[in-house]
């Protein structure tokens, strides 16, 4: 029982884990963009989880620092990415994403 | 700064204001303009009189002088030449402030007659244009106290001259002859740009005052016959721009532009610069140079009257004459005669402008009909031209009352006591080649009159198919009208009648001297005195020998000399001071009241003034009977008949024909330097294609082997490698496509199958 | 706050988190999903709190929930037709999906308990941040925090520029 009760680093670890997993798994298996950018938020705040997890046990304040420009950085990425989303939309019709595929070739 | 300087400087900018705005600015202007021309000339005109009145008039003396300069270039200190600065200076003293007032006189007076001559040309705005640079860059030469800025203003001169010539430059003729005038001034340019180094190498400065003082000094460290030859080079830009024997031949061509351009460019001004220029170095020449000079005079003076006899073109009479006259002016600095010289550039300036404005009027009325033999009977038509074209005349051949008289005889004079004083011998050629032209010039003078303004009208006998000659492209006047009998000739309007009768005026010896019979009398003569040498002359050497010739000169000038006026000047040119006014406490005002020359201390410079003062009265009598001569000639060819000239002409037809084909000048100038030119291109032209481009060709060959060697090369090996790598990723590519298939998840999940991959790869490195 | 408390706390939190996460995964409507991850959003907040980070948790709340969550309805809204009932979406990748999400958390998890490298400073982080935060951002991290605003101004512009209303390209579908 100690190790449930006593919350450690690796507690933290476990959910940002946790949190990487289902972001993942979004991207890699959701047709919705929509959700696939849910997805990549969830990767984000694990990341964050994981950066505050490790300043906390360090002492040092670098882990705080990144995990504000993380944020910073999804914001921006949230709005880029919707606007292409958009503009997707307005070309395709649609979000799903398996039917954008003029990459191919 | 000096008040003056500040007017001076005003005088010369002015007219480049009506430059820059007429060459821009002209067809937005009403009358293109012409009133901006017109009347910044009239107010630099006015500013100049000021000057004038000023220096000449209100000090009245002699030795009047400031200067102003300012470093224009300053190059600090250059290795293996010390400091080096160029600077930039005006000076005035009486000879600047004469030639001030004289240029801005004629330039506006040729302004206000080209109002109607120019009228309805399709380039009058760019006419005046033209006309204000020219009279900006004239100024300068005038104004200039050092060598440069007076070789930048002399190629300024040179291009406005050219602009001018070429003014009708649709005509080929006027084309040719622009070409013509501006290459043979470059030729004079380069002896004067290489003169000016000469002295530049010596004494490291461009400064007239300085160069005399160094050389007064003795600083001239090379041997005499180096300042014999900076002096003729120098002279060289003279004969140049002043068209002296050999490079006369471009000024009568020069007689394809505008008429008024003649009258103020090809002969009161631009072609009296060159004679300003020798005036101003006149010290530094040597005697030998001024022997090289006075017989370039004479024979200019000599052959220019014998082919102006014969021409039938009436401008191009005026050419020859004027050609002629600044004969007479360089022979009379090459003997000494330097206030007469200049004297008779000013009277020359004004009687030559308004004979040549005068002939202008008489094209202008006749419909641009130039050649003299279809005119005639002008004088009822033309009263006012007559009366002034008259007057001028018997200026230009010296007939007693006039300028001419006065300054002509005052030249000879000073020939014939420069003859006398060389002791003879061939010296004599000068005075008596000067006394044969001036009664060649009473001869086609009279010639001129007589088959311009008397007799009866001979405009029917024009052959029909000679009408093209001599008309200029002249927008206004169609081609309809030249067959109109001489009623139709008219008085010019009161623009161009005045400048005829102001230049007519200033034609009488009036103006210049109380006396008519000795122009030494005159103010003129005596604010322009004749200066001291600086080099020492031929017969002080023979005594001192040429180890003290130079401490001789200096001597002399520590004495006194009146124009070079260094003491002043040169201490504070040490202290820095840009301006002063000089006035000599000098004891030669004296001696000038009493109408001799100023007493020299050159010995050689005394004998010729001596002897050129007892020859004065002998150069009356002789140059009287001379015109008498050549106008009584005239009559009885002309008027009476005696003597029929067409006759005359077969009989002597050798001596004819020589005459009247300029003594074959052009034709020489030809078969010499231009054919040579041609030879020595078609020799390098040779050269060029067979030596030089056969080393090119070889060159190519030997490539184009190397060439077809490395192609093959290149084609088997490297195109070989080229093609298998193409051919390589071509088929990988097409086996890896099937990859690609569009779906940005699927490389999400390829790309997670790598992280794992990974991931197992580190761990097993962990644990083991 | 006692020990039980708080740690009954963190584990309510920590289940909202990731339960909420994995509805926001395996939800089939977007709508759902979307206010699940406000749940994750809010769940990470706390936890953020649990880890002495007050100032990124208030940012978290007012950054995550109050500009991007609303971002993603928005995007919900415009790309799905309101009257469209069917707000459900299609999965592809379903099987490796799953496998590699059991390998990855798997290897993750692994890696985690079984390292023992994971050894705490003596000094942590304790009670706010917030002072701490405002030092270093003017002092060490100065410029990302001036490339930053550099950055989100370019987004703003970028993202205006793309989602802007273009008529000819309507006129053309």
């Known amino acids: 029982m100690e190790i449930l009760t006593n919350i450690g680093l690796n507690h933290y670890l476990t959910i940002s884990a946790l949190l990487f997993g289902f972001g993942l798994f979004a991207v890699m298996t959701r047709k919705n963009a929509i959700v696939i950018l849910m997805g990549v938020e969830l990767i984000l705040n694990a990341a964050n989880i994981n950066f505050l997890a490790f300043s906390k046990f360090n002492g040092g304040m670098e882990g705080v620092m990144f995990s504000l420009f993380i944020i910073v950085l999804a914001a921006a990425e949230a709005a880029i990415a919707l606007a292409i989303v958009i503009n997707i939309f307005k070309l395709f019709k649609s979000v799903d994403v398996s039917a954008i595929d003029t990459m191919k070739e | 700064m000096h008040s003056l300087i500040q007017i001076s400087i005003a005088v010369l900018l002015l007219p480049l204001l009506s430059f820059v705005i007429l060459i821009f600015f002209n067809k937005r202007l009403p009358r293109r303009g012409d009133f901006v021309g017109v009347g910044i000339l009239g107010a630099t005109f006015a500013l100049s009189f000021y000057i004038f009145w000023s220096v000449v008039v209100q000090s009245y003396d002699p030795s009047f002088r400031i200067a102003w300069d300012f470093t224009w270039i300053d190059f600090g200190n250059v290795p293996g030449v010390g400091p080096l600065q160029i600077k930039m200076g005006i000076v005035i003293d009486n000879l600047t402030a004469i030639m001030l007032a004289m240029v801005t006189l004629i330039s506006f007076l040729v302004h206000l007659y080209s109002t109607g001559y120019m009228a309805g040309d399709p380039r009058y705005g760019r006419f005046f244009a033209y006309l204000g640079i020219f009279t900006f860059s004239m100024l300068g030469i005038v104004l200039s106290d050092n060598l440069f800025s007076i070789y930048i203003f002399w190629e300024l001169v040179g291009l406005s001259s050219y602009l001018l010539i070429g003014f009708y430059f649709e005509k080929d003729t006027a084309a040719d002859a622009q070409k013509k005038a501006f290459l043979a001034n470059r030729v004079g340019d380069i002896g004067m740009w290489l003169g000016i180094l000469i002295l530049y190498s010596q004494f490291h400065t461009f400064n007239y005052q300085e160069i005399f003082q160094n050389l007064a000094d003795g600083k001239f460290d090379m041997s005499e016959a180096w300042l014999t030859a900076a002096g003729i080079l120098l002279f060289m830009g003279c004969v140049g721009k002043s068209a002296q024997f050999p490079l006369h031949v471009w000024l009568p061509d020069a007689m394809e532009g505008p008429t008024p351009v003649s009258a103020l460019i090809h002969a009161a001004t631009m072609v009296a610069a060159g004679v300003y220029f020798v005036a101003r170095i006149f010290v530094l020449l040597t005697v030998d140079a001024l022997h090289v000079i006075a017989f370039i005079g004479a024979i200019t003076a000599f052959m220019a009257a014998t082919i102006a006899i014969t021409q039938n073109d009436i401008k191009r009479v005026l050419a020859y004459s004027t050609v002629s006259q600044l004969g007479y002016m360089v022979l009379g600095l090459g003997v000494g005669a330097y206030s007469a010289a200049l004297f008779h550039l000013v009277t020359h300036a004004f009687f030559k402008a308004c004979l040549f404005l005068g002939s202008g009027a008489i094209i202008h009325a006749m419909h641009h009909e130039q050649d003299m033999r279809w005119m005639g009977g002008l004088r009822k038509h033309m009263p006012w031209t007559f009366a002034t074209f008259t007057l001028a005349t018997l200026a230009l051949a010296g007939l007693p009352l006039t300028s001419g008289f006065m300054s002509k005889d005052a030249i000879l004079a000073g020939a014939i006591g420069f003859a006398n004083a060389e002791g003879g011998g061939i010296y004599y050629i000068i005075p008596f080649l000067g006394f044969f032209s001036a009664m060649l010039t009473a001869f086609y003078m009279g010639r001129q009159i007589w088959l311009v303004f008397f007799g009866e009208s001979r405009t029917h006998l024009k052959p029909a198919d000679d009408h093209h000659h001599g008309h200029d492209a002249h927008g206004s006047h169609g081609h309809d009208d030249h067959h109109e009998e001489v009623h139709g000739v008219h008085e010019v309007a009161w623009n161009m009648r005045a400048p005829l009768v102001i230049l007519a005026a200033l034609s009488i010896f009036a103006v210049y001297s109380p006396d008519p019979l000795d122009g030494a009398k005159g103010w003129f003569m005596k604010m322009i005195p004749t200066p001291e040498t600086v080099v020492g002359s031929a017969s002080g050497k023979a005594e001192h020998g040429t180890s003290s010739a130079n401490h001789n000169a200096a001597h002399l000038l520590a004495e006194a000399v009146p124009a070079v006026g260094h003491s002043a000047e040169t201490d504070a040119h040490h202290e820095g001071v840009a301006s002063e006014v000089i006035h000599e406490e000098d004891s030669h005002a004296a001696g000038h009241g009493d109408g001799h020359g100023p007493e020299f201390s050159d010995p050689r410079q005394a004998a010729i003034a001596h002897e050129a003062h007892d020859a004065h009265k002998l150069a009356i009598v002789i140059s009287s009977v001379m015109v008498v001569l050549g106008i009584s000639l005239a009559l009885i060819v002309y008027v009476f008949r005696f003597v029929d000239p067409d006759r005359t002409a077969r009989a002597i037809r050798p001596l004819y024909l020589f005459s009247f084909n300029k003594w074959y000048w052009d034709e020489i100038y030809q078969a010499t330097f231009i054919k040579g030119s041609i030879v020595i291109s078609k020799v390098l032209s040779w050269f060029d294609a067979n030596v030089v481009d056969g080393i090119v060709n070889g060159a190519g060959a030997l490539t184009r082997r190397v060439g077809f060697a490395t192609g093959g090369f290149d084609k088997y090996v490297v195109d070989g490698a080229v093609n298998f790598t193409a051919f390589f990723f071509n088929t990988s590519g097409a086996v890896l496509k099937k990859l690609q298939t569009g779906k940005v998840q699927t490389y999400v999940v390829l790309l997670m199958l790598a992280v794992i991959v990974y991931f197992i790869y580190y761990f097993t490195q962990l644990i083991y | ?173």
């Open chain 3, 1 to 173: 706050m006692n020990n039980a408390t708080y740690i009954t706390i963190f584990y309510i939190f920590a289940a909202v988190t990731v339960f909420s996460a994995a509805f926001v995964v395996f939800s089939k409507n977007v709508i759902y999903s979307a206010f699940s991850l406000l749940f994750t959003f809010f769940g990470a907040a706390a936890l953020f709190v649990f880890l002495s980070a007050d100032f990124i948790a208030v940012t978290q709340v007012v950054v995550y929930v109050g500009g991007i969550l609303v971002l993603l309805l928005f995007g919900v809204m415009f790309t799905n037709t309101i009257m469209q009932a069917d707000l459900k979406t299609d999965v592809l990748h379903v099987v490796p999906g799953i496998l590699l999400l059991a390998a990855t958390v798997g290897g993750m998890l692994f890696t985690f308990y079984t390292t023992g490298s994971w050894k705490p400073s003596d000094v942590q982080l304790e009670g706010s941040v917030v002072e701490r935060i405002g030092f270093e951002t003017m002092s060490r991290y100065v410029l990302p925090f001036e490339m930053a605003s550099i950055l989100l101004l370019a987004a703003l512009i970028g993202a205006a520029f793309l989602a802007r209303f273009d008529k000819v390209r309507n006129n053309e579908q």
